[in-house]
């Protein structure tokens, strides 16, 4: 298996423009989160989904993002406009439905707003 | 929710000496399990050692062991013979049994010290 694969690894995007985030999931997982990585802050859960089903968003820092999952193969994180405050690195993970397994991350995606 | 505390943002070691990485957590679940990843340089997020609440003796990998106190909400990760390779970050993680998310601490940073 490949394993959890995120694109794009690196984003450098301006101010004010819509950033995408995409992810694929290893197969047969479902549960997929997705996490934000600052020094500031370390991982912040900022939504996960349940076979395809958003369980809580309440870790999403703003209405500017929005995450979907329309099948159990991909996801996006979308932000909407980007900020310079958005900068970080955006991580997905998935796992089986089973609370003691672990939850298997993408290489991440640097993004970069300026 | 629940939260997941690491007090040392950073610990340094010398090569082949032991160290503890501490990490606390609150919770009114009874049925969770707890995970300490390993993050190098690289990005990548890797599992090091599991630990289910509900199990009294101390998970062991091989260097690695955790010192879970239930009562206390503690579960804190020992390194043995440390060895230039475990330079890191390090995370601990929360998995609820109940609604399956998994929360992370900001992590530690480690060196080793040659």
């Known amino acids: 298996d490949a394993g959890v694969i995120q694109s794009p690894r690196h984003e450098v995007t301006e101010m004010g423009q819509e950033v995408t985030l995409r992810c694929k999931p290893i197969?047969?997982?479902?549960?997929l989160f997705w996490y934000r990585q600052t020094m500031m802050r370390g991982l912040e859960l900022l939504i996960y989904f349940n076979n395809n089903v958003p369980i809580d968003d309440s870790g999403m820092p703003e209405d500017r993002f929005s995450a979907k999952m329309p099948n159990a193969s991909f996801s996006t994180l979308k932000i909407q406009p980007s900020e310079p405050r958005d900068s970080a690195v955006y991580f997905c993970?998935?796992?089986?439905?089973?609370?003691?397994?672990?939850?298997?991350f993408g290489q991440g995606t640097r993004l970069t707003v300026v | 929710a629940q939260t997941v505390t690491q007090s040392q943002p950073e610990m340094s070691v010398q090569e082949a000496e032991t160290v503890t990485l501490s990490c606390t957590y609150d919770t009114s679940e009874s049925d969770y399990y707890l995970f300490w990843y390993k993050q190098p340089p690289s990005r990548q997020m890797i599992l090091v050692i599991r630990?289910?609440?509900?199990?009294?003796q101390n998970a062991t990998e091989n260097r690695f062991s955790v010192n879970f106190q239930k009562a206390a909400k503690s579960f804190s990760l020992k390194i043995s013979d440390s060895q230039l390779g475990d330079a890191a970050m390090y995370f601990c993680?929360?998995?609820?049994?109940?609604?399956?998310?998994?929360?992370f601490g900001a992590g530690t940073r480690l060196t080793v010290k040659p």
């Open positions: 197969s047969g997982h479902n549960s």
């Open positions: 993970a998935s796992s089986l439905g089973l609370a003691n397994t672990e939850a298997f």
């Open positions: 993680a929360y998995r609820s049994g109940n609604n399956n998310d998994m929360r």
């Open positions: 630990q289910e609440a509900y199990k009294q």
